[in-house]
């Protein structure tokens, strides 16, 4: 059992410390687009096609987001929501430069 969980382990640990070194090193040498010249593409559920998001305000984005419910112990799968809606409000506010207003709750 100890043999089979120190495999899992670096199995892990390989899979996501090299994937990732070898991940960024690939971003760092590609070359990124002009950040004026970038136009996001949002996927839209009722059309079932990609359409160009333009904000109501020039360069404001309101965004609401409803948080976890949470029933019991507390996991990594409760922080998931966090982690990833924040990297997508630091992607809209740090490489496409707008003001973004964020609100999450907390159901409790």
């Not at 760092?28 to 160009?52: A, C, D, I, R, W």
């Not at 948080?67 to 740090?94: E, K, N, Q």
Request: hydrophobic content about 40%.
């Amino acid at each position: 059992m100890i043999a089979r969980l120190r495999h899992f382990y670096k199995s892990v640990y390989k899979f996501y410390v090299v994937g990732i070194k070898k991940n960024f090193m690939s971003v760092l040498k590609s070359n990124f687009p002009n950040k004026n010249n970038v136009e996001l593409y949002l996927f839209n559920s009722l059309t079932q096609k990609k359409e160009l998001f333009k904000p109501i305000k020039e360069k404001t984005i309101t965004w609401y987001c409803c948080g976890p419910t949470v029933y019991d112990s507390a996991h990594m799968g409760h922080a998931r929501s966090y982690i990833s809606f924040d990297i997508i409000r630091r992607v809209l506010s740090y490489y496409f430069n707008y003001n973004v207003i964020f609100v999450m709750n907390i159901t409790d």
